[in-house]
Structure formats: structure tokens, C-alpha cells
């Protein structure tokens, strides 16, 4: 469904991403791993044609995402802080995004909207608002219009446990549903129940993407962050 | 395009300061009016105004504005939307409500006070220096990515186009005293925007006979229709040409 | 008083002597057949008609009236009336189709050396030159109108043309269209009074070498270049209005080369310059007002000895320029809109002396085409801080005793 093919992309000096490719398909749930500054979030962007490859290019669908846009109808995206206009309300950022999209027989999924409660937070000024309160936001709207591939960087950062489950078990029913995720996290442990494979990267470079039990046999460890863990010392 | 145009016009019209500024222009015009005896003098006072401050205040509104909405751009980026719609749409949102205000607060007076040719010159000029600096912001926005940087940047030019140009000019005409250097003037006139529209409203007024021989030679070229087309074309050109480089830059911007 | 006793004798001459009819049912059809039977002293009477009289020269001291405009046409090629015998009058004739020639400067009516010539109530279409007075003196030109159409100066004659002339006095005549309204050369002791001249090609009025004459309430509105004063001393103009000269080269007057004259109670509104002075010495210019020029008063530093007392200057875009440092003027007690000044004895008088001269006038007189820089920021700019600390400016060229309120002119 996605797929890059030899990307590089450099900021001044720094290599964010150095000749990456990967093929991700429908009804995976990726794991993004890898310290700070690997590139992740550059990954994610690139995919989401928010950041410009140097050089290489990604397929969305088979097309390139380069001189396309609409492709991006079929992708919810969290970004990981999540900052909106501060004049705007909740609600009206919700209705604007409605309107700008405005398909027809539009599917919306406002099942995250009701558990989060944010229902009744629909006047508050986007400058008053929480952190975390930002990010369910964030979430709600990654969601809302029922996407074939959803990208999450850290989705759970800043969110109380209960918000945090609220979207994990949201993950889990998309995932089922067919559809590809990619979350990108640095906390490994909740992970573990959500994700199908997994792609480190470090310095900008892939280092592996793999199935999670074939990781898991590879380095003889049960649970994710004790896997990569192992990964880590061997690279080092 | 519409709905981005929509939203970012009713988030500026939220914005106080383009209310404070519609209002300044509104007590400024009609202060003017009341006070000069003829309001043809009124529209000469009102010149300066519209060469001085509406400059300033499009490209600074524009750049700060542009530079604040930085969240709002990488929102919408990630939306399926082209990047030169985007773009386009917040240059259009901008032009519009700054023009808006302009046209409250100096066209009503002026429609109502001086209805007549040099007027109307008068309000075109404004229109036209409002999106002009409008796109020259939206130029700079996309080039610098700091805002403390790029703010300078836009104040620098500001002062480049309304008064280090002239200075230059004024140079010029000293080093080439010997020289015969009013058609050359017209020529120069043209990289100025600033400039081109105080020389075309000058010279509606009629005091272009004033002006001694370069005056006649502008009014050559100014007077007739084919010279206030080119100037308006080139007026025209100011918009299109920072516009369209922009949205080239936009496009293969790094959110 | 002399003038006066021959202005009496002109109306009363005719009484005693014979009259002379022309007209179609008149025992003269041509004037010239009358004029050529007349004596010293008669009267012609003409009809109303049109008579063509190729040259109508009158060599003997007649009246010559016409009754309701009487036409006299001279075919674009001759002189209509050339008047050369003393003590004639022309009244009320229309005078059309003058000669044009480039050797002989043909007029609707010429006076050749001659005295005591009346020429009164004609109206002058389309001449070449219209009035003309060689070697004349005491003559009386009055309400005349004269209308050309000229299209260029070499192909145009002036309305009211005197060379070599004296006390000539030149009342309430209207003149448009011509090269020069009034032209005077080598002309002294004469009057010009109430004249209206518009919308002349050249100078309202022109003059050369004429001295000790007056201007008094003349209106010089909308000519090519306004007025010209030039080469003449003793000239006073009072009460005159000089209104939108405006153009390239228009001056309300021109002042070149005028020596002890006098410059009061004018109204200089709308010209380019109001006043241009050159080579001028002992000027006083005195109770004038300058309103909405683009210069009031241009003052080059060959002037000496010029005063500038009790002006009003309102709205003018420059209200002095000048080519040089050295001033040898003075400006005093003149209102001046500009000042910024203040008045803390409450004498009416500003406590700071004025400088009229800007920074951006000097500019422009050293290099014209910095007026493209007009009304740009950095000319506000440069004149602000001029005022703080002057620099290019003269020095001595300031109104010490600047007024706080207009004077009621």
C-alpha cells in the first residue's frame, strides 16, 4: 500500500533519512522504533508529503505521492504535538475539518469524539486547552473520517491512562477492520499487544523491519522492549 | 479553495488588529478631510498615508500572520489538499481582509469626499500596494523559516521599497547630473512599486506640470492610455511575480 | 491734467464738424470713399454691414464710428486700419481677417507715429496682431475685445503690441488667444488697467525695456507662461490677479533684470511659480498673497536688495526656492503656513525665525528630475531633519519676524 523506495532526505548537516525503503500493506500495524532523531517523524512526514524527499519517492496506492495530494483523503494523521489555530474552538476545528473535507457520502467515525467526552468541551478556545486534552483532539480527528491507513507518532504521549486505553482498543478495532497503522512510540511495553511488525531505525538508516515473532525469535526475548533491547546492544 | 479562503478571512476579521487598523485609517482619513480646506489637498495628505503605512502594516500583518499560523498550515498540509491551493488561499485570505479594511478606511471617505479621478487612482494605488506587500510577505514567510528573523527581514523591505530605493535613486541622479535621466527615471520607476503608484497618482493631480521637464516626460508616458496599462501591468506584475514564487517555495517546503 | 483736456477734446471735436455717413442706403458706400472727402476734424459714421476695404488708411485727424459693429474685413491680406494722422479715433467696429505675413507683422489696427489716437469699443476676431502702436503716444486703447485662436507662436501676433511708445494707457480691453495678451517694448509712462488676458499662447503680458510704467488691477489668468517682466525699471504692479499659469514654464511673473519696482497687493494663486525673480534688484514685494503655487517665490542668487514684507503664503507646495547660499533679501513679517513656531510675549509675531527654503526645493534646484522624488518618504524625511539642523539650506535666508495669524489681504 505504501511504499518508499531508496528516500534520503538531509536538514543542513544532518542525514534524517538515508536511502530508507520500505513496503508497508493493508492490515499491518507497524511499529516505528528507534531512539530520538533517527527519523521517524521525518518518515512519517515524508509519507505524508509535509516534508519533500531529496531524492527517491514513495507510492501511495501504486501512484506517486509527489504531484498528488488527493491521496491523503485515505490517511488520518496524529501528529505528535498537536497545535491548531488558538482563535479556533474545538467544535468549530471539527466543523472546519468536515467542511474542508466535504465527500460525498462521507463515513464519519465520531466514536472517539463521544469516549473522550470532548462533546461537551466543543466551545473551549484551542489556546486553553491541555495537552492531553490537545491530543485526544489530535486522535478524534486522525479518526474521524474512518481512513484506510492511520499514522500515529506517539499517540499515547500526554494522555492518562484511561484516554490511552480508550485509543488502544480504538487501534485495535481499525486494525481489524483491515487497515494500516503505523504508530510510532517510545514506549515500547504498549506496543506489545498492538502491533503485527516492526521497523527500527537509527541515524536516519532502517535497520530492520521485521514480523514480531520473527523478532522475537531472532533474539529469544517475549516481550518487545526486551527484543529491541537486544537488538540495540548487538548494533552497538 | 473557497472554504480555506472563508476560514482564514473570518480568523483575520477576529483579529483585533486589523480592526484597530481599518479604524485608524477610518479616523485618519476623515480627520484629514475635515481639516484640509479643499479635499483635493486631502487626497494629497491621504498619499502619504497609503505610500507609507499601508505598505508597513500589509507586509508586517501578513508576515506575523503567516508566521502564526504556521500549526494551521501543517494541519491543512496533511489534509488532502493541494500545497498552491493552501498557499493561494491564505495570499487571497490576506489580500482580501487587509484590502477590506483599506477599502473602509480611506475608499468610503474618499468615495464620499473626493469622488473623482485622482480618487479613484488613489484607491487603486492602495489596493494594489495592499496585495503587492501582501505577496511580497507571503515571499519572505516562505524563505525564512525564523519568525523573529523573517519579521526583520519584512521590515527591512518595507524600508527598502519606501525609502532606501529613493535614496539610491537620489544618488543616481546626482552621480549622472550631466546626463539626461528622465526617461531613464520612468524605467527605474518601475522596480519600485511604491514609487509607480505615487508618480501615477501625482500626476492625476495635476502637478505634474511642477515637476519641470520630468514631469512632462512622465506625463508623456503616464498621460496616455498604452503608459497607464504598462504601469498597471507592471503594478499587476509586483502580485504575480513574488505570488507565484512563493507558492514554487511553498510547494517544496519542509513542514 | 494734459491727458485729461485731450481726452475731452476727442468728444467734443465731432460737434463742431461735419459728418460723414457711410452705409448701403448712405451717400457713401466705402469708408474709404468717405475718408478719402473727409477733413480734419469730421466725423464717419458707418452702418452696420460688412465692408471690404482691402488697407483702410486714415491720414487726416476724423472720427471713425461705427454704429452696432459695423464689419470690417480685410481678406487674410492686408492691415484693416493703419491710422496715420494724430488725433483719430476708431469706436466700435468689428475688425476680422486680418493679413498673416511673416515679413510684416500686419494688425487689425496699426498707429504709426503718431499722438493722441482713441481706439475704443472694437471687437478684434482671428488677428494676426491685433492693436498696434508704433512710435505712438498718448494714446488710449479701451475696452476692446480680442479673441484669436492662435495654434503656435510663428504663425501669431500679440493682442495689444506697442513698441517704442509713451503714455499709453491701455483700460478694461479682454484679450485670449494671442501670442502675448500685452506687449510692451521701449514703452514708458503708460497705465495698464483692468485688462483681462487669458488663455494667451505665450505671456499674458510681456515686456521689454519699458520703464516707469503701471499694472494695476489686470487679471493675467491661465497664459502659456504667464507674465514676463524683463529688462525695465520703475515698474509697479499693484492689485493684479495672476491665476493658473500652470505648466512646465509658467511663471504668475518672471522677473528678469527689473530694477526698483514695486510688487503689492497681488493675488498669486494656482501658477507653477508665482514668482520668479532673476538679476531683480531693489524689489519691494510687499501685501501680496500666494496661495496654492507649486513655488511662491523662486529667488536666484543673482537678486539683491529684494523685500518681501507682510505676504501671506497659504498652501503653496514650496514657498521659497532658491539656486544659492548668498542672500542679500529680506523677508520680513510675512504669514507663512508652514511655521511651526511659537509666540510666547503674544506680540502676534513667532519668537523662532521661519525658513522657507526646504531641503527638497534646494535638491530640485540643483537637479530637476529629483522631482519624481516628490511627496516620497525620504524628501518628508531630509526636510525634517533639515529643520533640526540646517545644513544645505542658506543660512541667512529666514524671516526673523514670522506672523502667527494671515494678514486680512
Known amino acids: 500500500m505504501i511504499i518508499a523506495n531508496n528516500i534520503n532526505k538531509q536538514f543542513g548537516k544532518l542525514k534524517a533519512l538515508d536511502n530508507v525503503s520500505v513496503t508497508c500493506n493493508k492490515g499491518e500495524c507497524i511499529g516505528l522504533i528507534g531512539p530520538n532523531g533517527s527519523g521517524k517523524t521525518t518518515f512519517i512526514k515524508s509519507v505524508l508529503g509535509m516534508v519533500v524527499c531529496d531524492n527517491g519517492f514513495i507510492t501511495f496506492n ?47 467515525d465520531e466514536d472517539l ?70 504508530i510510532t512510540s517510545h514506549i515500547l511495553s504498549e506496543l506489545d499487544d498492538l502491533v503485527t511488525q516492526v521497523i527500527y531505525m537509527q541515524d536516519g538508516k532502517l535497520i530492520f523491519h521485521k ?26 | 479553495m473557497k472554504k480555506i479562503i472563508k476560514y482564514v478571512i473570518i480568523d483575520i476579521l477576529r483579529n483585533k488588529i486589523i480592526l ?9 482619513s476623515l480627520s484629514i478631510f475635515n481639516l484640509e480646506d479643499s479635499s483635493a489637498k486631502g487626497v494629497l495628505s491621504l498619499l502619504n498615508i497609503v505610500l507609507i503605512i499601508v505598505p508597513l502594516v500589509s507586509i508586517l500583518f501578513a508576515a506575523i500572520y503567516v508566521y502564526n499560523s504556521a500549526e494551521f498550515l501543517e494541519l491543512l498540509v496533511s489534509q488532502p489538499l493541494k500545497r498552491k491551493t493552501i498557499w493561494l488561499s491564505m495570499f487571497t485570505g490576506l489580500s482580501v481582509s487587509l484590502v477590506l479594511s483599506f477599502f473602509i478606511g480611506i475608499g468610503i471617505p474618499v468615495l464620499l469626499y473626493e469622488f473623482s479621478a485622482t480618487g479613484i487612482t488613489l484607491l487603486i494605488a492602495g489596493i494594489l500596494l495592499t ?30 521599497f ?30 519600485n512599486p511604491i514609487d509607480l503608484s505615487r508618480i501615477m497618482v501625482l500626476l492625476k493631480m495635476d502637478v505634474s506640470a511642477m515637476m519641470g521637464y520630468t514631469g512632462a516626460v512622465f506625463k508623456d508616458f503616464f498621460g496616455t492610455v498604452a503608459g497607464l496599462l504598462t504601469s498597471l501591468l507592471v503594478l499587476l506584475l509586483w502580485i504575480a511575480l513574488p505570488a507565484w514564487l512563493s507558492v514554487r517555495k511553498f510547494n517544496r517546503k519542509d513542514l | 491734467m494734459k491727458l485729461l483736456t485731450f481726452i475731452l477734446c476727442c468728444c467734443y471735436l465731432p460737434s463742431f464738424a461735419g459728418i460723414i455717413k457711410v452705409g448701403r442706403q448712405q451717400p457713401f458706400q466705402t469708408i474709404t470713399a468717405a475718408v478719402s472727402v473727409a477733413k480734419n476734424g469730421d466725423t464717419v459714421l458707418v452702418d452696420k454691414g460688412i465692408y471690404f476695404e482691402k488697407n483702410l488708411v486714415i491720414s487726416k485727424q476724423i472720427v471713425l464710428k461705427g454704429i452696432g459693429h459695423p464689419v470690417l474685413d480685410a481678406e487674410k491680406k492686408y492691415e484693416n486700419i493703419s491710422i496715420k494722422a494724430d488725433n483719430v479715433t476708431v469706436d466700435g467696429f468689428l475688425l476680422q481677417h486680418t493679413g498673416v505675413s511673416s515679413m510684416i507683422d500686419y494688425a487689425a489696427i496699426k498707429i504709426y507715429n503718431t499722438h493722441n489716437i482713441s481706439i475704443i469699443n472694437n471687437i478684434i476676431n482671428d488677428a494676426f496682431f491685433g492693436i498696434y502702436s508704433q512710435y505712438g503716444i498718448h494714446c488710449l486703447i479701451k475696452n476692446n475685445v480680442l479673441t484669436a485662436t492662435a495654434k503656435n507662436e510663428q504663425e501669431s501676433g500679440n493682442g495689444i503690441h506697442c513698441w517704442k511708445s509713451d503714455s499709453i494707457q491701455i483700460i478694461g480691453n479682454t484679450i485670449s488667444g494671442h501670442r502675448d495678451g500685452i506687449y510692451f517694448e521701449f514703452v514708458t509712462n503708460s497705465v495698464i488697467w483692468r485688462n483681462n488676458s487669458f488663455k494667451n499662447l505665450r505671456y499674458g503680458l510681456h515686456f521689454m525695456f519699458s520703464n516707469d510704467d503701471a499694472y494695476i488691477t489686470n487679471i493675467f489668468e491661465n497664459n502659456g507662461a504667464g507674465v ?46 508665482a514668482i520668479y525673480a532673476e538679476g531683480a534688484n531693489r524689489i519691494l514685494i510687499k501685501k501680496n498673497i500666494f496661495k ?54 503674544r506680540d502676534h509675531i513667532g519668537d523662532v525665525p521661519y525658513r522657507p527654503v526646504s531641503m527638497y526645493s534646494m535638491i530640485v534646484e540643483r537637479n530637476p528630475p529629483a522631482m519624481i522624488l516628490y511627496h516620497s518618504m525620504i524628501m518628508a524625511l531630509m526636510d525634517k531633519s533639515e529643520k533640526v539642523i540646517p545644513s544645505l539650506t542658506p543660512e541667512n535666508l529666514k524671516d526673523e519676524h514670522p506672523l502667527m495669524k494671515p494678514l486680512p489681504l
Not at chain 2, 484597530?20 to 485618519?28: I, R, S
Not at chain 3, 514684507?309 to 503656513?337: A, I, R
Open chain 1, 211 to 236: 514480523k514480531i515473532e520473527e523478532l522475537k525469535t531472532d533474539t529469544g526475548q517475549e516481550k518487545l522492549s526486551k527484543a529491541i533491547a537486544a537488538v540495540m546492544l548487538k548494533t552497538k
Open chain 2, 162 to 191: 519606501s525609502l532606501l530605493f529613493d535614496g539610491l535613486v537620489l544618488f543616481i541622479l546626482f552621480q549622472f547630473a550631466d546626463y539626461p535621466m528622465e526617461k531613464a527615471m520612468v524605467a527605474i520607476t518601475a522596480f
Open chain 3, 228 to 273: 514676463a517682466v524683463m529688462f525695465s525699471r520703475g515698474v509697479k504692479m499693484f492689485n493684479n490677479y495672476f491665476k493658473e499659469n500652470w505648466g512646465d514654464a509658467a511663471y504668475g511673473i518672471l522677473l528678469k533684470e527689473i530694477n526698483d519696482s514695486y510688487i503689492e497687493n497681488n493675488h498669486f494663486e494656482k501658477n507653477t511659480s
Open chain 1, 113 to 182: 469524539i463521544k469516549q473522550f467526552e470532548l462533546d461537551k468541551l466543543m466551545h473551549k478556545r484551542m489556546r486553553t486547552l491541555s495537552g492531553g486534552t490537545r491530543q485526544k483532539v489530535s486522535a478524534s480527528l486522525a479518526f474521524l473520517f474512518n481512513p484506510e491507513v492511520l499514522i500515529l507518532d506517539e499517540p499515547t504521549a500526554g494522555l492518562d491512562p484511561v484516554a490511552s486505553e480508550i485509543l488502544k482498543e480504538k487501534i485495535i478495532k481499525e486494525k481489524a477492520k483491515g487497515k494500516l497503522v503505523l
Open chain 1, 62 to 108: 501504486g501512484k506517486n505521492i509527489l504531484h498528488d495530494w488527493q491521496y491523503r483523503a485515505n490517511i488520518g494523521y496524529m501528529p505528535q504535538i498537536g497545535r491548531y489555530p488558538d482563535n479556533m474552538s474545538i467544535g468549530q476545528l471539527i466543523n472546519m475539518m468536515k467542511d474542508i473535507r466535504n465527500e460525498k457520502d462521507m463515513q464519519l
Open chain 2, 131 to 160: 496585495v503587492i506587500f501582501v505577496a511580497i510577505a507571503m515571499l519572505a514567510v516562505v524563505k525564512i523559516r525564523d519568525k523573529a528573523r523573517g519579521i526583520g527581514a519584512v521590515i527591512l523591505l518595507w524600508l527598502y
Open chain 3, 292 to 345: 496654492n503655487n507649486g513655488w511662491a517665490f523662486k529667488i536666484q542668487a543673482s537678486c539683491m536688495d529684494v523685500t518681501l514684507e507682510e505676504n501671506n503664503f497659504l498652501g503653496n507646495t514650496f514657498d521659497v526656492g532658491t539656486n544659492g547660499s548668498l542672500v542679500l533679501n529680506k523677508f520680513t513679517h510675512n504669514y507663512w503656513d508652514k511655521y511651526e513656531g511659537y509666540d510666547l510675549n
Open chain 2, 20 to 28: 484597530a487598523y481599518t479604524l485608524f485609517l477610518l479616523a485618519l
